[in-house]
């Protein structure tokens, strides 16, 4: 998907947290974005692996490589993580 259809067409998700009050508050929608990088990069550390926020729209995942995905949210992290970068990865499970 091109960067100007991910930005048209995504739809809120459960994930987004203060998005549906987006207009009244902006920093909070920012500040709960940039938190729930932090917690997944947590997490993502042990694959090399790190998320970025992408205009507040959506979120980039990139590879020690270099290589990057854009997913809309951070359901989709964890699909693209195993489509993109190979092997399944339980986020639950200790780190090695």
């Known amino acids: 998907m ?3 259809c991910g930005l048209l067409g995504a739809e809120d998700h459960w994930s987004a947290g203060a998005r549906q009050q987006a207009s009244a508050d902006p920093v909070r929608r920012r500040k709960e974005r940039a ?3 932090r917690v997944i990069n947590d997490v993502l ?3 090399r ?3 970025r926020d ?3 729209e959506a979120f980039m995942l990139s590879g020690p490589t270099g290589k990057s995905v854009i997913v ?3 359901t989709e992290v964890w699909a693209a993580m195993d489509a993109e970068f190979g092997g399944a990865f339980d986020p639950l499970a ?3």
Do not use: F, I, K, Y
Request: proline share 5%; charged share 20%.
């Open 72 to 74: 809309d949210n951070v």
């Open 2 to 4: 091109c960067g100007l």
């Open 54 to 56: 992408w205009q507040g």
């Open 45 to 47: 550390a042990s694959r």
């Open 35 to 37: 938190a729930r990088v």
């Open 49 to 51: 692996l790190t998320l």
């Open 94 to 96: 200790e780190a090695p």
